[in-house]
């Protein structure tokens, strides 16, 4: 009947006409057929939108049907190594939990004095509440040697034997009486529960999306994945994998979104059980109470000869040590720069910092020592906003710029001008007064591993990416702070800290890059704060100057 009508029409018509009904009744006719054959096609109609000439947002299926990526393969790969290095640990009791008080710890070949640059060697059997030895490791513990009266310390190096054995080694590097500590800061039960529930959820952190239209606002919970049957708004940067959604608000677009903020969930994946092993009281236990102080002497021996500071050096454990409240390198030559030499260094430089607080920390110290260097107003608002330092007569730019999700703050702050660190890199021209610093990780600390893994492999290839068009160009990796004791350990404890510090190191491995290794250091200097004192961040900056100069 209906072919029937669409002949009829083209009969009484001139040619013109008949041409285009022709046309018409042919796309009706194939539209028709496809609609019989493919019921279901009415559901990919209509989730099919045109792109909106008004939106910079890629709006697709919240999940896409995508074969496996390289990445998503290395991702995979990673996570299984780790799930080896944190396998399940159950327990019926507290007591059949790693006992620091029952454990003991045994001086390998002892001595009455040490020399400067000896290695003292301590083995390690732990045991449970109950006396009982421990068959498995996995213990996550902290050897620190220190000097107060010389402002000097340093971390130890801990080798797991995986059967309840652990070498902990330090190595003497200055003269004088020392005290050494082995903490306990989660038995292996503890370390095995915060990676299972790690892994378990996204929902430890709530993102609250502000839309801006015209003279309204509006609301919407956002996050790194949504488990909602409402319309959203859909983030997502294509080439690396990286997504942010927000549920979308009634009669505003998706493109008026402005501001973030977040709060914590009350919410937790551990057990009653479990969350015992995270009391005050069972937190960074000390493990050698029979083994105080030693003595160590001079013993006449000089240092070897180290090389300059530079890109693409391999950075040993423990990469060095503070005397006097100053970092000394163990890998490389490092000079201490007074205000004189720093601002000589920085002559010329433009100079990105891309990361968290902690790099804020950078942009806020410098003017304090080169006090020609002023902060240029960009008319932004708060402490998140994009922070830029300027010396005009000396031509020296330095910016600090936060990264992109997931940040976790109570502040509200603007996604406006923001992307992920690695499109950040991409952006940056390069050559060999240009420095680039990054440091990712106690933002991710609440969220499962992938989503670090991931930003990590990004980061990678912009790097790769940099380096194709500018080999010149500097980069520095800063790694993570340690930082307060007691914090809420399920979400932000160091135990998570760790974890990305391990694998941050692995993934940019056989890079040119610099790294600042201020996990070891922040151990070193006893900091347990996420945002170390001003003498700690001098030290940090002088090491990156070591590198760029």
């Not at 920085?346 to 110290?365: A, E, F, P, V």
Request: include cysteine; proline fraction near 4%; charged fraction near 25%.
């Amino acid at each position: 009947m209906f072919l029937e009508f669409c002949w009829t029409l083209i009969m009484f018509s001139n040619t013109t006409l008949q041409k285009t009904l022709v046309m018409l009744m042919s796309l009706l006719v194939i539209a028709w057929i496809y609609f019989i054959i493919y019921p279901q096609s009415a559901k990919f109609w209509s989730v099919v939108k045109l792109p909106s000439t008004e939106s910079s947002h890629l709006k697709i299926p919240k999940n896409p049907l995508r074969s496996p990526t390289e990445t998503d393969v290395r991702i995979k790969e990673i996570v299984r190594k780790l799930d080896q290095l944190f396998p399940p640990r159950p327990f019926t009791h507290q007591n059949s939990t790693t006992s620091a008080v029952h454990s003991r710890a045994t001086v390998l070949n002892p001595r009455d004095t040490y020399c400067r640059g000896d290695q003292l060697d301590i083995l390690l059997e732990v045991r449970d509440h109950w006396g009982r030895r421990k068959e498995h490791g996995g213990d996550f513990l902290r050897a620190r040697m220190s000097s107060p009266a010389l402002q000097a310390g340093a971390s130890g190096k801990v080798r797991d034997f995986n059967n309840g054995s652990y070498l902990v080694s330090f190595t003497l590097f200055w003269e004088g009486r020392v005290s050494l500590s082995l903490l306990l800061i989660h038995p292996s039960e503890g370390a095995s529960a915060l990676w299972r529930a790690r892994n378990q959820g996204y929902d430890r952190v709530i993102f609250m999306g502000q839309f801006a239209n015209r003279t309204s606002q509006a609301r919407s919970e956002c996050g790194l994945t949504l488990n909602t049957s409402a319309e959203l708004c859909q983030y997502l940067d294509t080439r690396d994998q990286e997504a942010f959604y927000c549920v979308k608000p009634q009669h505003v677009p998706c493109d008026a979104l402005t501001h973030v903020t977040t709060r914590n969930k009350n919410i937790s994946y551990l057990t009653v059980k479990e969350k015992s092993l995270f009391q005050r009281s069972n937190l960074g236990v000390e493990m050698m109470k029979d083994i105080k102080v030693i003595d160590v002497s001079g013993c006449n021996k000089s240092e070897k000869k180290k090389e300059k500071c530079q890109t693409g050096i391999k950075i040993p454990v423990p990469s060095g040590y503070t005397l006097k409240g100053s970092w000394m390198t163990t890998f490389c030559n490092q000079i201490q720069l007074n205000a004189i030499k720093i601002k000589e260094c920085l002559k010329g430089k433009l100079i990105y910092l891309l990361g968290d607080s902690t790099l804020r920390q950078w942009i806020y110290y410098l003017p304090k020592v080169v006090k020609t260097l002023k902060f240029f107003d960009l008319h932004g608002t708060g402490l998140l906003k994009k922070h830029l330092l300027l010396d005009a007569e000396k031509h020296t730019q330095i910016q600090w710029k936060k990264h992109s999700h997931p940040f976790i703050t109570l502040q509200l702050y603007s996604v406006i001008d923001e992307d992920y660190v690695p499109r950040e890199i991409d952006r940056i021209t390069g050559d060999r007064n240009t420095a680039v610093v990054i440091s990712l990780g106690q933002h991710f600390r609440p969220f499962p591993i992938d989503i670090f893994i991931r930003r990590a492999i990004n980061v990678r290839k912009a790097i790769e990416r940099l380096f194709l068009r500018s080999p010149a160009t500097k980069v520095i990796l800063k790694t993570e702070n340690i930082r307060e004791m007691h914090i809420e350990t399920e979400r932000f404890g160091d135990f998570h800290g760790y974890v990305q510090y391990l694998t941050m190191k692995d993934i940019l491995q056989d890079l040119n890059v610099g790294v600042i290794d201020a996990w070891d250091m922040t151990i070193a200097y006893g900091t347990n704060n996420v945002h170390p004192p001003d003498n700690v961040i001098g030290q940090q900056i002088n090491m990156f100057l070591n590198y760029v100069c």
